[in-house]
């Protein structure tokens, strides 16, 4: 089995439908794709529409946090999404977005870059708008080469001359209400430093403790010793450690299937959830 456990659509800051992602995934010869888009699950009804024969649905989140003045996220798994105190918090997320992209706009705009409003409103479409959307813009008028080169100090990487925070939820109350919607908690690519700081070991013990279930350790920003020393952590901390795209269509470089979870991982995965079951394609439109 091929099993790809992170990719995003545009119901948040991928380039694919939700029925696009799925319709590629199964082209992809994968057998298994969770759909995790930023704290929302509005692309789940068109994903499972189009979902083709052969093809399983894993349907999910990843949820924006932060500990100890460090962005995390935080990939839910198979949780019940009308559970209302996470459905409350992913709310609560999402309508901090829209502020938070204005003010990076405006700082922008005082650093002489002339993105718009309403070209970042273009650009996102439908989805929640984040920063993939404003860094699409410094693109588009050509002050930085590719997505990823607007995620520095110079730009929008956490702390950057443009970045702006938002409300992000702690972890551990993270933890605990994925949990509460019956569902399976996983750290998202834990050590990718060129995002910006990433959360100690020690941390991650501690997020353990409380019910953390895995980590991801195969993905496209950790290098062969960070993910050597990641299985190591997973280990030691008894932690289901998964892989996966982090697809996000074609503003990253990543391809679906590019990193994938055991198959044994995968049941572990849904035998610990109670919120929500994989769905099975039969032939979507």
């Known amino acids: 089995m091929r099993i790809d456990l992170h990719t995003h659509s545009t119901a948040s800051d991928g380039t694919d439908s939700p029925a696009e992602l799925v319709r590629n995934a199964a082209a992809a010869g994968l057998d298994v794709v969770a759909l995790t888009d930023h704290d929302t699950t509005r692309g789940y009804a068109e994903a499972i529409a189009a979902l083709p024969e052969g093809l399983t649905l894993v ?3 990843e949820l924006s946090c932060r500990i100890d003045g460090i962005s995390m996220h935080m990939l839910a798994y198979l949780f019940d999404p ?3 105190a996470l459905l409350a918090e992913r709310e609560l997320v999402r309508d901090d977005r829209v502020p938070r992209a204005k003010g990076m706009v405006a700082k922008l705009n005082e650093l002489g870059v ?3 409003w309403e070209q970042v409103l273009r650009i996102a479409g439908d989805g929640s708008v984040g920063r993939p959307h404003v860094a699409t813009a410094l693109v588009e008028l050509g002050v ?3 997505v990823g080169d607007a995620f520095t100090q110079d730009w929008l990487a956490d702390g950057g001359r443009a970045f702006v925070e938002k409300h992000e939820t702690d972890p551990f109350e993270a933890i605990r209400l994925i949990k509460g919607a019956g ?3 996983v ?5 990718a430093a060129k995002r910006g700081r990433t959360v100690p070991e020690s941390a991650v013990a501690e997020l353990a403790a409380a ?3 895995g980590i991801e350790v195969d993905h496209m920003d950790h290098d062969p010793d960070t993910r050597a020393r990641l299985r190591g ?3 030691e901390l008894g932690l289901l450690m998964t892989g996966s795209s982090d697809y996000h269509g074609s503003r990253k470089t990543c391809v679906l299937g590019e990193y994938t979870t055991d198959p044994d991982v995968y049941g572990e995965i849904t035998r610990r959830a109670t919120g929500a079951f994989p769905v099975p394609g039969t032939g979507g439109a």
């Open 114 to 116: 002339p993105v718009t």
């Open 82 to 84: 009308e559970e209302p």
């Open 59 to 61: 349907t999910g989140a």
């Open 187 to 191: 750290f998202a690519h834990p050590a």
């Open 183 to 185: 569902g399976v908690a």
């Open 211 to 213: 019910g953390l279930d």
């Open 144 to 146: 930085v080469p590719t």
């Open 233 to 235: 952590l997973g280990k």
